[in-house]
């Protein structure tokens, strides 16, 4: 018997009345949260307007959910159809059962960013760069609803850290899985340590930082999706091509198109729209002073603050200053692009 080794929750859903909690749905909502809350801070500190994130946040999670759901049922649609289904097909609409696919997530999660972020004029590039650690931490915790339904689990192992998986999920009495839900939590908690530490440090843009992202994660989702043993592909098996699992296959296509992306816009420099241009038309009205106030020129919000100090005719000297003269480079070089 071995001397340690990580339980597996008796039960994933709580009763709240007749209304079902789910520990998988709970940790999906607390990534959520936890990625627009930092993102949005990231956009705001980048000049962006208060809200924006939010406000995007809605298309990308509708449509990262239906993404990552139809990612799975083809994957693994011979669990719902066909002659060997172990489930009912109506069963591929049950998302809380889990079953959701990063890879689809992602790829029509970002078609409803690109919705949102044409509608507001801004630019798709800086969103993505904005959102990149967010959806690291978001993964780190969402990993965690896999652990409730004993799932996502690998080989088996004598290691300390193994996992034990009840019968009823395909475990077996006395033998211990390598618990790969955790690896790759800690994989993604310190990929977005990385992507925030780059973000800073070298000042990725036109997203590239997203890139690297995609290429952190997909090198580490790699290895670990080497070490599973749950079926995707078929009921009671994992499909493989040359010893490799499909999703190995999308993480290797990926990981190789992040870093050709990363290497081609190594050069890339010009504006990037922060501000939608409707917002910005507001603020410019808005900062028109009323007559009579002594003719003063108000100081262009597209200057820096010690470019505003200097404007001509400026005679207040109470030393305060309302904000708008220290618009983010990103806004700047947009405005007098325009």
């Known amino acids: 018997m071995p001397l340690a080794s990580i339980p597996s929750p008796a039960e994933g859903v709580w009763y709240l009345g007749i209304i079902p909690i789910r520990a998988y749905a709970l940790c999906i909502v607390l990534g959520v949260i936890v990625a627009v809350w930092l993102s949005e801070r990231r956009w705001r500190d980048r000049g962006g307007q208060k809200g924006t994130i939010i406000d995007i946040a809605v298309p990308a999670v509708i449509f990262g959910l239906i993404g990552g759901r139809l990612y799975h049922v083809i994957t693994d649609w011979q669990t719902y159809f066909g002659e060997r289904a172990i489930k009912e097909p109506y069963q591929a609409l049950f998302i809380w059962e889990g079953g959701l696919g990063i890879w689809g997530a992602i790829a029509l999660g970002g078609v409803g960013v690109w919705i949102a972020c044409r509608r507001r004029g801004l ?22 609803g896999n652990w409730f339904n004993q799932e996502l689990y690998g080989s088996p192992t004598t290691l300390p850290w193994g996992l034990e998986i009840d019968q009823a999920h395909g475990g077996e009495p006395g033998v211990l899985y390598h618990p790969t839900f ?10 977005g340590f990385v992507l925030l530490y780059a973000g800073k440090r070298f000042t990725l843009r036109h997203g590239r930082l997203f890139a690297l992202y995609v ?19 078929g009921v009671d098996h994992a499909v493989e091509l040359f010893g490799l699992r499909i999703n190995q296959y999308t993480a290797l296509a990926l990981f190789i198109g992040a870093l050709v992306y990363f290497w081609a816009t190594r ?27 002594g003719g003063d020129d108000p100081a262009d919000p597209a200057h820096e ?31 007098n692009a325009r």
């Open 123 to 144: 630019s798709l590039s800086a969103v993505a760069d904005t959102v990149a650690p967010g959806i690291a931490f978001a993964q780190a915790i969402g990993r965690w």
């Open 305 to 335: 603050a010690d470019q505003a100090d200097d404007t001509p005719g400026d005679t207040s000297d109470d030393g305060k200053s309302d904000g708008s003269d220290a618009a983010p480079r990103d806004v700047a070089e947009e405005k």
């Open 182 to 191: 955790l690896y790759e939590s800690l994989w993604n908690l310190v990929l």
């Open 215 to 233: 290429a952190g994660y997909t090198l580490g989702r790699f290895w670990i999706e080497g070490l599973r043993i749950d079926p995707v592909g």
């Open 267 to 293: 050069n890339k420099t010009g504006d990037e729209v922060v501000v939608s241009p409707e917002a910005d038309a507001t603020a410019d009205a808005d900062a028109v002073p009323a007559s009579g106030d």
